[in-house]
């Protein structure tokens, strides 16, 4: 299982969320943790060379460090925000 850590700005995304979407985004990373190369998540590579994980109208966009076993979750907002 990969490891997550949130930027500051992600985690300050998750906590001004209602309870119902904090339990959605959860569910999303951990379901990202148990395996980040599942096909049956909606993941997409960016031009960027980042990883963005679709959940709902909101986009959680990550960076995959296989070597560390470590998911760098850098922006979470919803999708007219997160690629500002």
Known sequence: ?????????????????????????????????????????DTKKLSTGDMRLRVGKFRVIYELDNENIIIHVLDIGSRGQVYK
Request: glycine share 2%; no cysteine.
């Open 1 to 41: 299982m990969y490891e997550i850590l949130l930027s500051k700005g992600a985690e300050k995304f998750v906590r001004k969320q209602d309870v119902p979407t904090k339990k959605r985004i959860k569910k999303a990373l951990l379901d990202l943790a148990e395996d980040p190369h599942n096909n049956i998540l």
